[in-house]
């Protein structure tokens, strides 16, 4: 441990400086891990360090044949800085006295020459991560708009977002979390824009995990900077791979967070109501998105009032108008009602879950026989009513038409709890339901120095809340960020 806080120097002794870098990094334990010996101009010893698969091999074979056709009066004084400044003509270039120091930039990709004679050795920074083109995200598909989504490489993900804003206040600030994996995290936020004490409140959480490593990138890291209890399903973060989404974002003052490996951007302080905008709203004319905005405003509250509502009523016809007595079934199921909801609301998830496991190739032979051919068999021999099947499609529909991954599973766990508890204790159980998700929703806590999580609806915001009611024009909106 003491060895880990203490930094390890390089000596002028080259033999010494190798063996204490063998003793930090598996040269020739692992493959990939490259030590290779080099004499620069007939005169000096140097040893070279990299990761094979990360080096760029045309510059690397540049630089080492600039190196090698050097003659010993160029290698006479100030070693270091000559081949900084003169002859290792490479961008990111620079000298290192910590075997610590080089060790970290090596497992990260960098190259490090050391030379003997010298207390100074040279990294270059010369990696190249292996990366998939900038595809449209699965998730957030428009019917216009740009088409390149964020990648693994947070590299190519900060000059996304970078060629969309183009303004000197716009930071990324890279930091490493985690002991075994040093992961790369970047906090991206404007200047003039983000607030200071959230900011400073997120540099200090990250600053102060202590972890081997993060496993799944940015969902590990959300559960490191935002303890929250097991029983509460809703979101506290936004998640999006989209570089238009997440400049949109940065515009409005929040705090963006990237991790490499991951091709999703964690955004802070939300609200729920950020849970139900999507993009194409904006790739729309202002009725249109508007329009859009109401449908899905529907469709999520059919996902999650609509079968323990139906349920409620069928169970208390009394308490229906005349022009709704057609409700419920004209002949009961084999299985009561409740049971058959149960049964339908486990049964898409399992086909949800089935899809994603499921070859692309197949997903629509999966679709037919899990949304046609075992719910119409169901129907034919008793099981299931039709009414069921229907509105827990429409409830589907309607958890699919929501935007946002985490809150459409959010959705899911409190229709549950509203069927189970409408099941058991009718007209009670429902109140019952929507008073817990009620509190829960209010106790909810974005981020600490964040807005309420129920903001602009609790606290009331008039202006606030018709942003998002209504689609509102775009020199609006714009017009608000300009300082």
């Known amino acids: 441990m003491m060895d880990d806080m203490q930094t390890i120097k390089l000596t002028k002794d080259l033999k010494q400086n190798k063996e204490r870098i063998k003793g930090r990094l598996p040269i020739k334990k692992s493959f990939d891990v ?17 990761i094979d698969g990360f080096a760029k091999d045309d510059i690397m074979l540049w630089i080492l044949k600039v190196l090698q056709s050097l003659s010993p009066e160029e290698l006479s004084v100030n070693v270091i800085s000559s081949l900084m400044k003169q002859k290792i003509g490479y961008i990111e270039v620079e000298s290192f006295s910590d075997i610590k120091q080089m060790e970290s930039m090596v497992l990260a990709g960098a190259v490090a020459l050391i030379i003997d004679g010298q207390e100074q050795g040279l990294l270059i920074d010369a990696r190249e991560y292996p990366v998939r083109s900038p595809e449209e995200p699965e998730l957030e598909k428009v019917s216009r708009g740009s088409r390149d989504g964020l990648v693994e490489t947070v590299i190519f993900n900060t000059a996304l977002i970078r ?53 799944m990138a940015e969902k ?16 506290t973060v936004r998640f999006t791979e989209r570089p238009d989404v997440v400049a949109a974002h940065l515009m409005e003052g929040h705090i963006a967070i990237i991790v490499d490996t991951s091709p999703s951007v964690m955004l802070l302080p939300v609200t729920i109501f950020h849970f139900t905008q999507h993009a194409e709203d904006y790739y729309q004319n202002i009725s249109v998105g508007t329009y859009i905005r109401w ?39 084999i299985i009561p009602l409740f049971l058959q909801l149960i049964i ?26 899990g949304g046609l051919l075992l719910s119409e068999l169901a129907i034919t021999v008793g099981l299931f009513v039709p009414e069921t099947v229907l509105y827990m499609a429409a409830a589907g529909i309607g958890t699919f038409a929501t935007p946002n991954m985490e809150f459409a599973m959010a959705i899911r766990i409190f ?27 209010i106790t909810t806590k974005s981020f600490k120095n964040g807005k309420a ?21 775009i020199p609006k909106i714009g017009g608000q960020n300009k300082k």
């Open 34 to 50: 490259i030590g290779r010996e080099l004499v620069l101009g007939q005169k000096l010893d140097a040893y070279l360090i990299f």
């Open 163 to 215: 060629r969309r804003l183009r303004d000197p206040n716009l930071i990324f600030e890279i930091k490493s979390v985690g002991k075994r994996s040093k992961s790369d995290v970047v906090i991206a936020y404007l200047r003039d824009l983000a607030d200071e004490k959230l900011l400073k409140e997120v540099q200090d959480k990250i600053d102060q995990i202590d972890v081997g490593s993060l496993v």
């Open 220 to 235: 590990t890291l959300e559960e490191l900077l935002i303890k929250k209890h097991w029983y509460n399903p809703l979101p």
């Open 295 to 333: 449908i899905r405003f529907l469709g999520m509250l059919a996902a999650l009032y609509l079968p323990p509502l139906w349920l409620l009523l069928v169970n208390n016809k009394e308490l229906l108008p005349e022009f709704l007595q057609f409700l419920g079934p004209k002949e009961p199921g």
């Open 344 to 369: 339908l609301e486990f049964g898409l998830d399992l086909l949800r879950i089935s899809s994603i496991h499921t070859p692309s190739a197949l997903t629509t032979s999966l679709g037919i026989i």
């Open 415 to 441: 229709r549950l709890l509203f069927l189970i508890l409408t099941g058991f204790l009718d007209l009670w159980g429902f109140i019952g339901a929507f008073l817990i998700m009620f509190i829960i929703t």
């Open 453 to 473: 999580y129920t903001w602009p609806l609790i606290p009331f915001n008039a202006k606030a809340l018709a942003h998002i009611l209504f689609r509102m024009p």
